[in-house]
């Protein structure tokens, strides 16, 4: 999210917390029929609105490793004193690296803070180019570990393509973390708040889009087919789909928010954030689960 938009979303959420009661509206918002798509829920987990209310993903280095989230409580402090304040949807690539981005409030540049399997962390920073969006809500490493995606907040037709930092040799937390190529996207995107391989050439992305103008929906999964697997030194053409309307349910009215994504090829489960409104931010955010068909 834009960062005005985010920093008062923040302010309202601390002062939720504090809150001890408060009226909740009974209402309970239900998706519309046309929201039914490839992808069947299949299950929910409360999702904290402090730890786990921006992004997850499914780690597969060490064996055995838990699913780590991302919200303002996750953020460390002597990273948040330097500026960055927000953390967005993380990655972590099959061979252990986990890679979350960051971004502050003003600026010309976004990083990205990555953890090696050994559990040392190091920063990587990209000055933005021409154009570039200042927000870093989401990274999706490629299968083959060296190419990393990210994408901008508002209404976009790219994804960016880098060099996946500690990694990729080419990069280096001393040197500017590069733009290498693009995706370009066959159809228009709004406000994407994650994406996640769930092939070398398949990408499933969550999108905050209030409007519905881009697919007849609000909130959709959308699918992303790529004419071919990032290579760092082409662009490749992207084909957007919406696939269904992530789930928008709650004891409280007013404007949900779609957050990261994560997509476990080792079970085939895929799961959403979508944190709900007002009040009910507290009680009944949740992450969303789906399997295939």
């Not at 993380?90 to 979350?100: F, L, R, V, W």
């Amino acid at each position: 999210m834009p960062a005005g938009t985010r920093q008062r979303r923040h302010t309202a959420l601390a002062g939720l917390v504090t809150l001890a009661t408060a009226a909740v509206l009974s209402l309970a918002v239900s998706p519309p029929a046309t929201a039914a798509g490839t992808w069947t829920e299949t299950g929910s987990d409360r999702a904290d609105p402090l730890t786990e209310s921006q992004g997850l993903t499914s780690v597969e280095v060490p064996a055995n490793s838990p699913n780590r989230y991302t919200g303002i409580g996750t953020i460390p402090l002597g990273v948040s004193s330097r500026g960055w304040n927000h953390v967005g949807d993380p990655d972590a690539s099959y061979n252990g690296y986990y890679i979350e981005p960051y971004q502050r409030d003003s600026g010309n540049s976004k990083m990205y803070r990555v953890q090696a399997p050994g559990g040392t962390w190091s920063e990587y920073v990209h000055t933005l180019g021409p154009g570039e969006a200042l927000n870093n809500s989401w990274d999706a490493v490629s299968p083959d570990g060296q190419w990393m995606l990210s994408g901008e907040w508002g209404t976009m037709t790219r994804l960016l393509v880098f060099p996946t930092p500690g990694i990729n040799a080419a990069t280096s937390p001393s040197a500017n973390l590069p733009q290498v190529s693009t995706v370009r996207l066959d159809h228009a995107v709004r406000d994407v708040q994650g994406c996640d391989f769930a092939g070398p050439t398949t990408l499933l992305c969550s999108s905050d889009d209030p409007e519905g103008s881009l697919f007849g929906i609000t909130k959709p999964l959308l699918q992303i087919d790529l004419s071919a697997a990032p290579n760092g030194s082409s662009d490749v053409t992207g084909h957007v789909t919406a696939l269904r309307q992530l789930p928008l349910r709650s004891s409280c009215s007013g404007g949900f928010e779609a957050e990261g994504i994560d997509y476990d090829r080792r079970t085939g489960i895929l799961r959403v954030i979508v944190v709900s409104p007002g009040f009910c931010v507290l009680t009944d955010s949740k992450t969303y689960k789906f399997s295939r068909g």
